[in-house]
């Protein structure tokens, strides 16, 4: 799957008139909008992978447990961070910020009516993370390829001793070499420069 160059945003919104707003907002940013009415609309295996979901969980036809369900259900959502939109002004505390579900990244809780800044602030800080994450993967990759490159080899070791064995093996050799010739020279020069015996006169 590839990513977009630019930073995709999923659109999980079922109004029309404020999906509109929240779409333009976004792409006055430079974000590319992508626009669902449900998670589990969204393609399993989509060309472009969102890299964070807005999600409206008061819609008309589904309730914040059942959409948050299909998020963490889903292949490819499940593993995003996502802020979720909401009338409720007190929520459970089992959905706070920050909570992680699964694999995947925090989820954030805005309070609707909500700042269209405070969602662009909430947006860009979690593209942020999400950035930092993606640096951080990629470092861990690259140490991992480097420790890999330099991992120690047997293999000059055993070359280096076959060299020092082929050169003890050539010293020995030589070494015998050289005693032979000594034992030859030695050998001639007391055979040539040895005492000379003279021959006993004949008796008279």
């Not at 449900?38 to 393609?43: G, L, Q, R, V």
């Not at 979901?53 to 036809?61: P, Q, W, Y």
């Amino acid at each position: 799957m590839q990513r977009a160059t630019r930073h995709s945003i999923l659109l999980v919104e079922a109004n029309p008139s404020l999906r509109r707003m929240i779409t333009l907002g976004l792409q006055h940013r430079g974000l590319h909008s992508i626009e669902s009415n449900t998670p589990a609309s969204f393609p399993v295996s989509p060309s472009i992978v969102p890299d964070l979901i807005v999600l409206d969980v008061d819609g008309e036809t589904a309730n914040k447990q059942v959409l948050l369900s299909q998020v963490e259900a889903h292949p490819v959502l499940s593993t995003l961070p996502v802020i979720v939109l909401t009338w409720e002004n007190t929520l459970p505390s089992t959905m706070h910020e920050g909570e992680m579900f699964g694999s995947a990244s925090a989820r954030l809780f805005l309070s609707k009516p909500f700042d269209a800044r405070t969602l662009h602030a909430a947006i860009e800080r979690l593209l942020l993370a999400v950035e930092e994450s993606r640096a951080a993967r990629k470092q861990e990759k690259y140490l991992a390829a480097s420790h890999t490159a330099i991992a120690p080899s047997i293999w000059p070791l055993v070359t280096a001793i076959g060299v020092l064995l082929a050169m003890i093996g050539l010293m020995l050799q030589l070494t015998v070499t050289v005693i032979g010739l000594l034992v030859v020279i030695t050998a001639l020069l007391c055979w040539t420069l040895g005492p000379t015996h003279k021959p006993e006169p004949l008796p008279v």
